[in-house]
Each structure stands twice: as structure tokens, then as C-alpha cells.
């Protein structure tokens, strides 16, 4: 049902249990700070460009507003709020503090998740439900991020228990206060992810059943402050749109039109399908894929009747799932997956009461303390990898490296190991291109918002590797640098692109190798057009540091 206060709490369930859940509460959050706690940015593109915007909008006071910055803003479609909540905490010189407002978050839904769930589902039932989802793996990857995520999905919780409450209550007072909240949630929302139209559209139709032309009312509340962003967004010449960046997807694929739509499709099903199992553990054998699909088809079951009610939940979570199956990213699917898994996890328990009922004639209430708990044990092996692989990170020279996903979802130790050292080396090539590249100047790489955060100085995708060479020069003519590292970056298919397709005028500056390595492998490199300045050889870009044996 809807949100409920400590005195309903203290009547259904005693001290005793109040008591268990307030410890257990105090100690995740404890260990949640602790596990995200770090100095380093995570591991998603988007959170380089969420701290980018923080930078602009941290500057706008006093108009000092750097190139970097200013790029970020350039290529942002996101909404406002997150960045600004970020830069009130530093932006990028803030990134630890960023963290901790993640986690606070998260911390936030959970508290929502469980006070929304617990009259209908029980008390115990709604704990196991909260508990899994806060120790899956999929949450602690995302609490590694400084994304908008956690924030979405509290904002997300509030607004659909409010609304179901103003479903529920006669006394028209708590029902315009509910409406009121549902408001409100709903436009911080908007103003947090461009994906809660899928909360909009659910919610007005609910709505306009319900509440007639009042409806529109509420619907002008929840829109308007994101009508009048985009506004001035738009007012400031930033005009980069989400049908900029899904024109670019689909021309990643080597097809056009309808093919590239039909295997742009194809691929998001198949990343979703993934990130579904991955929510249970990262690295997932049989009997965690055999788990994973027993719960989503649980969780189908417990769906189908709320949908037929139309009960908001359900139509948002069809909605949503509609649109992120025709975005195709599917690098981000899990985080995209994230944020309606409490929901899922919601229908499962609905799902097993059901099957329990109908086969047995066993009570609701038990059943779904049963499944809460069966479902609890299958993501425990995941949250014991995760805890075990975080006490190995302690005490290394690229501690802080560890401090994001990649170093969890490599499978191996030594994987690992490998992966935060050469990160390590490529970030500290970047923040050397300062005294090689002159501000104001840009510079091509394959990640560019990684770039553009740890250098200052503008990055820029390179061409893909199937244009024409001709194409290829007049597009390179922007820049006089290119970057290039060992790691590859989608649509890019090869390390160290584009430098098998630069011509002679281009001159290496200087290079980062791996000392201790068989041959010192080279790790990046910065080029530069030759002719506009003369060219001075660098012996490294960084501090050479041996890498792990």
C-alpha cells in the first residue's frame, strides 16, 4: 500500500523487530559508505559527463567557466538536478563527497522500498525483498558510480506509493496531499532522468481515470520545471539531443535503416537478458541463470494481474521496459534494468504467493516470506564475491582503481589486477597532455569524456574505422592531437585507434610503456600533426610503475 509512519510499524511487528531492523539498517549503511568511499571515478562514460556539467553549473557564479566544462555541457542530454546536486559537493574536485550522496541515495530508496511494501506484502516478507536488493550485485556496482540512478529510483519509489495511496484513501484531504507529493516526486523526477516519461505516461493514465480534467493540473506541476530547463538550455546553445545520440548508435552498425534498427533492437534484448542474470551475480554459473529466469518468471505471474488492473506500477514498468528495449545502448543496460528491479522483485513475491495459493492453498503471507528468502540465498554467493573482492584491493599502489565496477566484474584476481594498473597508466598519461597540448586546443580519443575530465583540454571521437580515407582526413583536420591507448572503446574495434590510419603528417610526442612487462609494452600515445609547431620527443607521458606480477 502506501507509505506508512513508526506508529503502524510499532503496531504490527513490536520493538523486538524494529529493534533487528534498525541494526541491520545502521549496518549496511555503515558498510555502504565504507565499500563506497573513494577518490576515483567510477567506471560509466555518463559519470564524466555528469561531473563535467557540475563543473559548469559550480562556475556559472562567477563566469570562470573552463573548456572542459564547457564541453561537458556541450554534449549533456541529461537533466539538471544530479549535476547540481553534485556541484553544491565539488563537481570533479568533490568526487569522494559525490559517493557519498550516491549512497545516501540508495539508502533513501531502500528506506522507501520497504515502508511502501510492507502492508502489503508483511513485514518480514517486504525486509527479505529490501535485503536482496540491497546486497545484489547490480546495486553495489551502481553505488560505485556517481550516476543519477539511486536518486531516480528513490524519487521513483516516493512518487508511485504516493500515487497508489491517493488511490486508496476517501478522506478527500490525505488524497489531495497525496496527489500533491505524487506531483512533486514526479517532477524531480524529470528533472533527474529524461526516463521518467515512462512515470508520466503511467501515472496520467491512471490519473486521467481517476481525476478527470484535474489531471492536467497536476500534470502542468510536474512538467513545467523540466519545460523551462530545456528552455534555457536551449537559450545557452546547448542543442545536443537524445535523437543526436541514437542517430549515432545505429550508424555504429555496418547496415542502415530498418536492419540497423532491427539489430540494434536485437542487441539491447540480448544485454538486457544479461544484466537480468547479473543482478543475481556478476559472473553467473548455471544454477544462478537457472535462478535468475525462475524469478523473472515469478515476477511475470505477479505481473500480469496488476497490469490487467492497471495498477501504476505495472503500466510504468511496461512502459519503461518499451523504452529502454527501443534505446539502444546496451553497454548501459544494467543500469537501465536497475532501477525497476525492486518492482520485479515485488511481482516475484506476488507471483510465488499466487502459485502458492493456487497449487497448494498455502497463505499468501508465508509464501512470500519463503520466496523473499529463497531469493535472498540465490544473490548471497554474488554479495560474497563482491565482499571478497573488495578486501583484496586493499594496500595496492592503484588502490584507488579498485574503486569501481571494473574491478569487480573481471573474473579473475589477476584480470583484475592488470585492468586497474593499466587504467591507472592511461589516466596518468592524460593528466601529463597539459604540458603538451595548449589550452584551447582539442584532441581526438576514443574516450573522450575520460580525456576532456582528467586532461582539461577538449576530447573528440575520432571517425570510425569504415569511412573513407578521405573523409577520414577532413574530419581530423579539427584537431592537431590524437590520443591513443591500449584500451578499446565501443564502436571502436582495436586498441590504439586510429593510429594505423594517420598519415605521415602526424609525429608520436610522446608515449607511456609498461615498465616490467615483457617488452614494455606501450600503453598510449600522443600524436601531432606536424607543420604547425615543431615537435620535441617525450621520453613518457608519466611515471613509469611496474605493474602487478
Excluded at 540494434?264 to 541463470?289: M, Y
Excluded at 519503461?320 to 545502448?329: E, K, N, R, S, T
Excluded at 584500451?487 to 607511456?512: A, H, I, K, T
Aim: net charge positive; with cysteine; glycine share 8%.
Amino acid at each position: 500500500m502506501g507509505l506508512i509512519d513508526s506508529d503502524r510499524m510499532r503496531e504490527h511487528t513490536g520493538g523486538g523487530a524494529k529493534a533487528l531492523l534498525v541494526a541491520a539498517s545502521g549496518l549496511y549503511a555503515t558498510g555502504l559508505y565504507v565499500f563506497t568511499w573513494s577518490w576515483e571515478v567510477g567506471g560509466s562514460p555518463d559519470t564524466r559527463i555528469y561531473l563535467l556539467m557540475a563543473d559548469y553549473l559550480a562556475s556559472l557564479p562567477t563566469g570562470e567557466i573552463g573548456a572542459s566544462a564547457q564541453r561537458g555541457m556541450e554534449v549533456a542530454m541529461f537533466p539538471p538536478l544530479h549535476p547540481l546536486l553534485l556541484a553544491l559537493l565539488g563537481g570533479s574536485s568533490g568526487i569522494a563527497w559525490t559517493h557519498a550522496l550516491t549512497a545516501t541515495c540508495l539508502l533513501g530508496a531502500l528506506w522507501a522500498l520497504f515502508q511502501w511494501q510492507r502492508e502489503s506484502l508483511g513485514f518480514w516478507p517486504a525486509a527479505g525483498l529490501t535485503a536482496t536488493f540491497a546486497l545484489s550485485p547490480s546495486t553495489l556496482m551502481i553505488a560505485l558510480e556517481s550516476l543519477s540512478e539511486n536518486l531516480y529510483l528513490w524519487l521513483s519509489l516516493l512518487y508511485l506509493a504516493a500515487l497508489e495511496r491517493s488511490g486508496v484513501e476517501t478522506d478527500p484531504d490525505p488524497r489531495r496531499r497525496a496527489l500533491r507529493t505524487a506531483s512533486i516526486m514526479l517532477a524531480l523526477a524529470l528533472l533527474t532522468r529524461s526516463a521518467a516519461v515512462a512515470l508520466l505516461v503511467s501515472g496520467g493514465l491512471i490519473l486521467w481515470r481517476r481525476e478527470g480534467r484535474r489531471a492536467w493540473r497536476l500534470a502542468v506541476v510536474a512538467v513545467a520545471p523540466l519545460l523551462a530547463w530545456l528552455v534555457l538550455k536551449s537559450l545557452a546553445g546547448f542543442g545536443q539531443t537524445y535523437e543526436d545520440a541514437y542517430s549515432s548508435r545505429l550508424a555504429a552498425f555496418s547496415t542502415s535503416g530498418l536492419a540497423a534498427v532491427w539489430l540494434a533492437g536485437v542487441a539491447q534484448l540480448q544485454a538486457l537478458a544479461t544484466a537480468w542474470e547479473t543482478t543475481f551475480s556478476l559472473h553467473p554459473g548455471l544454477p544462478q541463470r537457472i535462478g535468475a529466469w525462475i524469478v523473472g518468471g515469478l515476477s511475470l505471474l505477479g505481473f500480469a494481474p496488476r497490469l490487467r488492473a492497471r495498477d501504476p506500477s505495472a503500466v510504468y514498468v511496461v512502459t519503461y521496459l518499451g523504452m529502454i528495449v527501443a534505446w539502444p545502448f546496451p553497454a548501459h543496460a544494467s543500469r537501465f534494468l536497475y532501477v525497476i528491479t525492486p518492482l520485479l522483485l515485488v511481482f516475484a513475491l506476488e507471483g510465488a504467493a499466487l502459485v502458492g495459493r493456487r497449487l497448494a492453498g498455502w497463505e499468501a503471507g508465508r509464501v512470500r516470506a519463503v520466496a523473499a528468502v529463497l531469493i535472498g540465498v540465490l544473490v548471497l554467493p554474488g554479495c560474497s564475491f563482491v565482499a571478497t573482492r573488495f578486501v583484496e584491493s586493499r594496500d595496492r599502489t592503484y588502490e584507488a582503481f579498485t574503486h569501481t565496477p571494473r574491478w569487480y566484474t573481471r573474473r579473475s584476481l589477476k584480470q583484475a589486477e592488470l585492468d586497474a594498473w593499466f587504467r591507472q597508466a592511461i589516466v596518468e598519461a592524460m593528466q601529463t597532455l597539459p604540458a603538451w597540448v595548449e589550452p584551447g586546443a582539442c584532441v581526438f580519443a576514443t574516450d573522450p569524456m575520460e580525456l576532456t575530465l582528467r586532461s582539461g583540454r577538449v576530447g573528440l571521437y575520432p571517425p570510425p574505422g569504415r569511412v573513407a580515407q578521405s573523409t577520414f582526413d577532413d574530419y581530423l583536420s579539427r584537431c592537431d592531437f590524437v590520443f591513443v591507448s591500449a584500451r578499446v572503446f565501443f564502436p571502436y574495434d582495436e586498441p590504439f585507434y586510429p593510429l594505423n590510419r594517420l598519415s605521415g603528417v602526424f609525429q608520436e610526442v610522446g608515449s607511456r610503456r609498461a615498465q616490467g612487462l615483457p617488452g614494455r609494452p606501450i600503453v598510449a600515445r600522443l600524436v601531432r600533426r606536424t607543420g604547425d609547431a615543431d615537435v620535441t620527443r617525450a621520453d613518457s607521458l608519466a611515471v613509469d610503475r611496474d605493474p602487478p606480477r
